[in-house]
C-alpha cells in the first residue's frame, strides 16, 4: 500500500494513480465476483456423480481478485491521505 | 464389479474424500489459535509502543458458512491480535491509546483440495501515532501450510492453515513493529 518514493510524487500524479487505481479496483471487484459466482456452480456441480469431483476440485479459491482489488483500495486510502498532506487540490 | 468390490471402493472414495478435503463441516478459526505469544529473550519493541497500541478497526474478514469452507472472521482476528498485543505487554489502559492499529483482511488464499494445505493470508497493518501520522503500513504475506499429520479431515485441516497463516502474519507484523521507529512525541 505504501511504496518507496511516494511522498515525492506531483499532486497530478498522485491523482492521475488515485484514479487509475479506482478503475483497476471496481474492475477486479466484478472479476471477484464472477469468480464467486462460478464457485457457486461448481459447488451446485459438485453433486453430480463422477463429474462432481472434478467441478469441485476446480474451485477457485485463491481470492486473487478480492487481494487485489481491496489492495487497490488501501493505496488509494495512502495516496488521498499524501495528496491532502501536500494540499493538492481534488 | 460384485458387491463386495463396491463396498469396497466407496470406502476409499470416501476416505481420499475426506483426507483430500472434501468432507465435513468447515468451522470458523479459533482466536486462540492465532495468537502470537512473545519469547523471552526476543528483540524488544521500541519502548513507546509499551503500553500503548490498541486495535481501532478490523476490516474484510469473512463468516464461515458450514457448507463451504473455514474463514477468518474480523471479530476471531481482532480477539487475536488483541490477546497477542496483551502477551507482547503493548495494550494500553482504555484511555490511553497512543498507536491506533487498524487491519484490513485482503483476502486468504485457499486450497479447493489437497493433502498438505498452504493457505497464505494477505493482511494490511496500518499504525497510526497520536497526531495520525503513520508509523507503520505494511501488507504482509503471509503461507503457512497444514499437512495430514495435523488432521485427517480436509476441513479441519484448512482451518489449521487458516489460524497458522494468520499466527504467522501477526508474528511478522510484530517483527516489523520491533524495527518501526516511532516519533518520541507520539508516546504518551
Known sequence: ?90 | MNARQSRTAISAFSIMLAASGLAGCASAAKPEAMIVNTQPGAKPFPQSFAHAMCVRNVAGGEKTNALWVSKVDNDGFRSALNSSLGAAGLTAASDGCAYPIDVNLLGLSQPAIGFDMTVTAHVNYKVYDSKAQPVLLETIDSPFTATVGDAFVGAERLRLANEGAIRTSIQSFFDKLKDAKPAVTAAQ
Not at chain 1, 14 to 24: D, G, H, R, S
Not at chain 1, 66 to 89: F, M, P, T
Open chain 1, 1 to 90: 500500500m505504501s511504496q518507496p518514493g511516494d511522498e515525492n510524487l506531483s499532486c497530478e500524479t498522485l491523482k492521475q494513480e488515485i484514479e487509475k487505481n479506482t478503475a483497476a479496483a471496481e474492475d477486479f471487484v466484478k472479476r471477484d465476483q464472477r469468480v464467486r459466482d462460478g464457485n457457486v456452480a461448481k459447488g451446485v456441480g459438485g453433486a453430480i456423480p463422477a463429474i462432481g469431483i472434478l467441478l469441485i476440485g476446480s474451485t477457485d479459491l485463491s481470492n486473487k481478485e478480492q487481494i487485489q482489488g481491496r489492495a487497490l483500495v488501501d493505496r488509494d486510502e495512502r495516496l488521498a491521505y499524501l495528496s491532502k498532506q501536500k494540499n493538492c487540490a481534488n
